[in-house]
């Protein structure tokens, strides 16, 4: 998947909302061991680095998200009123 382009839909004054409940998502999955350590390692670097708010740190976390919660991520995007990314997202797990 390409999580970059997803992220050009939604709209720049939405990125903390969205990079926060992401964050929330990854954070409190039981899915853990899905989680490439490569993946984990990078939304860290970010968190330190303080963009998990920019265009490469939602990415990221949208990535995670995808693998951890799929269902859960789709339906926070559309509470989020994301529903051209939720979408997206539905079409290329193909539900």
């Known amino acids: 998947m390409d999580y970059r382009r997803l992220v050009e ?3 720049t004054a939405n990125w903390g909302t969205v990079s926060d ?3 929330d998502l990854v954070l409190t999955s039981k899915n853990d061991e899905k989680m490439p350590s ?15 708010r920019s265009e490469s740190g939602i990415a990221a976390l949208l990535e995670a998200a995808v693998l951890l919660e799929p269902e859960k991520t789709i ?3 559309g509470e989020l009123q994301m529903l051209d990314v939720a979408e997206q997202v539905k079409k290329m797990l193909g539900s």
């Open 75 to 77: 339906a926070a995007l």
């Open 38 to 52: 490569q993946l984990a390692n990078k939304i860290l670097y970010y968190w330190q680095q303080n963009v998990l």
């Open 9 to 11: 839909l939604i709209p």
């Open 21 to 23: 409940r992401l964050v």
